[in-house]
């Protein structure tokens, strides 16, 4: 009876040994560390990925595979593959890999950042490159933009020179946080989520408590994704999901019959993407599956990154004093000290902006961008990558690889006077908003609110670090995770710089 029990259970195990003989000798993947039968590396990987994939590297080569139970994932870690993976391969690479959960969240990839590279993205693609993201758009929307970094400047200014803070450092962050939240909703909804005192109103707190949620189910059920045959043991909350998705579309729908009763009353449609979606969703041919879908993506993905990149900036300039400096010199000599930045200098603000490429370059905000798959076999650097598997570009050390950057490790913008880097994905050493098909769409609305934002900051304020701290103590830990936030909220203490007049909000109604 024993032998039997015993034969029985080794019936499955041998069955997975075998599998991975034969795909051995199928294959030539590339090298990697030790998988187990079953969980693959999964036990292996640190918290923080892209430091751990990055000392695999050093051992195993810029190429390596990493099993996260039976699904291969490739990372490649220097510029040479990632413009294999990104240019030259890109038409195999350019599909998604959804979890379960991200098959629920995107209505099975009806939006962009889900779906797989086919008809349905190159539309939808489409309208966000001709539509929503089109220069002319960005720069209708540029009033709401400087509306929202004003008032946070307005914010640190009447916290810091309240009565009985002076000499207290701010937490950074909670003045990006609420930037960021303002922003996104009016770019995408066209509403500032306010009431009549200023604080955020239902409306919002069920937008912000949807956005949590979104993420918290995201990140559900992660360990389980990787071995399917064990799914079973693992079932989705399907009930938290249809949950989800209901409070969404009555948010968004409640928020769509505003617009519409709005545009039959003043005759004229808004220039911010839920207005622009449905003044061209016959056009397109767009289901309200889908502007819901790409509505919540651009939130997803457009929220936090360009807060995140802006504080790990100020983290850098606190520790870095000199360069603080010579952006001050660089912003009194063009902007002066009589009227506040807008975008409109961004263009005579060379340093500015190599600042804002030195701190993309070592901190991205997606380190590891978001996985790709392989639509079909295919060869990079010479190994193979079987179809359906994950291919990951680790940008961060790309970015950090000595054989292609000075003193990689440097804090040092100058290094882009030197030499103009493009950073939109077409050279493949510095690529925070990836390349290819699947590049940021965002990237250009990213970069014009990451540098005005640190402009401002910087233009407004001196910041040194927290009394009793020394610069060089300024952490620069991060969080594991998709998206890379600091792992202690950077604190620093802002010192005004300019006439009182000049720290107000500048409204608009737009
Ligand atoms: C500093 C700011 C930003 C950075 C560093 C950044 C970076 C990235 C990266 C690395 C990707 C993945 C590319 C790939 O899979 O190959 C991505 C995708 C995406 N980003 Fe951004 N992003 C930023 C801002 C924004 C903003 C402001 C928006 C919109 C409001 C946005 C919308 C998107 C969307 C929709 C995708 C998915 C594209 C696709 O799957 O085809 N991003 N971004």
Not at 386 to 405: C, E, F, I, L
Request: some cysteine; hydrophobic content about 40%.
């Amino acid at each position: 009876m024993a032998a039997l029990l015993l034969l029985l259970l080794s019936l499955p195990l041998a069955a997975v040994l075998l599998y991975h003989l034969l795909f051995r000798l199928r294959f030539r993947i590339p090298p990697g560390p030790f998988p187990w039968p079953v969980v693959g590396n999964l036990y292996h990987i640190k918290p923080v990925r892209f430091r751990c994939f990055a000392e695999w590297a050093q051992s195993y080569g810029p190429i390596i595979s990493v099993w996260f139970g039976s699904t291969l994932n490739v990372i490649v870690s220097n510029s040479e593959l990632a413009k294999e993976v990104l240019k030259e391969k890109d038409g195999q690479l350019s599909d998604r890999h959804r979890s379960r959960s991200a098959v629920k969240l995107s209505r099975d990839g009806k939006d962009l950042i889900w779906a797989d590279y086919g008809p349905h993205y190159v539309k939808v693609r489409k309208v966000c490159t001709v539509v929503l993201f089109s220069p002319k758009r960005l720069e209708l929307l540029r009033p709401i933009r400087e509306d929202e970094i004003t008032t946070m400047v307005e914010s640190i200014y009447n916290d810091c020179t309240a009565s009985g803070n002076s000499g207290k450092s701010v937490v950074i962050k909670k003045y990006l946080a609420s930037m960021a939240f303002h922003n996104i909703t009016r770019l995408v909804f066209g509403k500032r989520f306010v009431d009549s005192d200023g604080a955020v109103d239902k409306q919002g707190q069920e937008f912000k408590a949807i956005a949590i949620n979104g993420l918290r189910l995201g990140a559900s059920l992660a360990m389980a994704e990787h071995i399917p045959w064990l799914r079973w043991a693992f079932p989705l909350d399907e009930d938290a999901f249809t949950q989800h998705g209901v409070r969404m579309e009555r948010l968004t729908r409640d928020i769509m019959n505003e617009h519409t009763l709005l545009r039959q009353k003043t005759g004229d449609a808004k220039q911010h993407f839920f207005d622009a979606l449905l003044t061209l969703k016959d056009e397109y041919d767009l289901s309200e599956d889908t502007i819901i879908a790409l509505l919540w993506d651009m939130i997803a993905a457009g929220m936090d990154t360009p807060a995140i990149s802006v504080e790990w900036a100020m983290a850098e300039l606190v520790r870095n004093p000199r360069v603080q400096q010579k952006v001050q010199e660089e912003l009194d000599r063009v902007i002066g000290q009589d009227r506040v930045m807008t975008e409109v200098d961004i263009p005579n603000l060379p340093y500015l902006q190599c600042v804002v490429k030195e701190a993309l370059r070592l901190h991205p905000p997606t380190p590891l961008m978001l996985p790709h798959r392989a639509n079909s076999n295919v060869k990079i650097g010479g190994y193979d990558i079987p179809k359906g598997s994950n291919m990951n570009v680790n940008v961060w050390a790309v970015a950090r690889d000595p054989a292609v950057w000075k003193n990689p490790l440097e804090f040092r913008p100058e290094r882009f006077l030197e030499e103009d880097v493009d950073i939109k994905g077409h050279d493949f050493r510095l690529l925070p908003f990836g390349a290819g098909r699947r590049v940021c769409p965002g990237a250009q609305l990213g970069l014009d609110l990451t540098t005005s934002m640190i402009g401002h900051l910087l233009h407004h304020f001196s910041w040194g670090p927290p009394k009793g701290m020394r610069a060089e103590e300024i952490d620069l830990a991060e969080n594991p995770g998709t998206v890379t936030y600091m792992k202690n909220p950077v604190e620093a203490l802002p010192v005004p710089r300019l006439a009182p007049h000049l720290y107000k909000r500048v409204a608009v109604d737009i």
